[in-house]
């Protein structure tokens, strides 16, 4: 899991940045994915000692329900666009979706991964 989240931060880190230099408005808060990524990528090079898997993987996955969280009210503009409305800020509204599935589907890999993990204990503790 730690290459998945070095690889998820990536992913918004360039999402981020593509949608600030694409932007007419430049505005900072088009870099909100390229923050988050960043973090991201830092939780899993953290998450490559195996003393900090844990806790780092643990706080990447909180920042990927913070992702969903943040970028859940763009929904509605991003599946507007992909029915063939206009909205106000298409790009944002592309950037916010994208990020939320990322995040999302980062969120349900690391729900997977805690699960495997407590079963692979669970199964050492009684052998």
């Known amino acids: 899991m730690p290459l998945v989240t070095i690889v998820t931060g990536v992913l918004l880190s360039v999402l981020g940045l593509m949608g600030y230099l694409f932007s007419d408005s430049r505005s900072l ?4 994915p390229l923050a988050f990524g960043s973090l991201l990528e830092f939780c899993g090079v953290l998450a490559l000692n195996p003393a900090m ?6 706080g990447a996955s909180v920042l990927a329900l913070l992702g969903v969280l943040g970028s859940a009210r763009g929904l509605p503009g991003f599946f507007a666009i992909l029915s063939g409305d206009q909205v106000a800020r298409p790009l944002g509204a592309l950037v916010q979706g994208a990020m939320f599935a ?18 692979t204990r669970q199964a050492g503790a009684t052998a």
């Not at 990322?102 to 079963?119: Q, Y």
């Open 29 to 32: 808060t088009a870099l909100i």
């Open 102 to 119: 990322i995040c999302l589907i980062f969120l349900v890999l690391c729900i997977r991964s805690f699960r495997a993990a407590r079963k």
């Open 53 to 58: 898997k844990k806790h780092a993987m643990h």
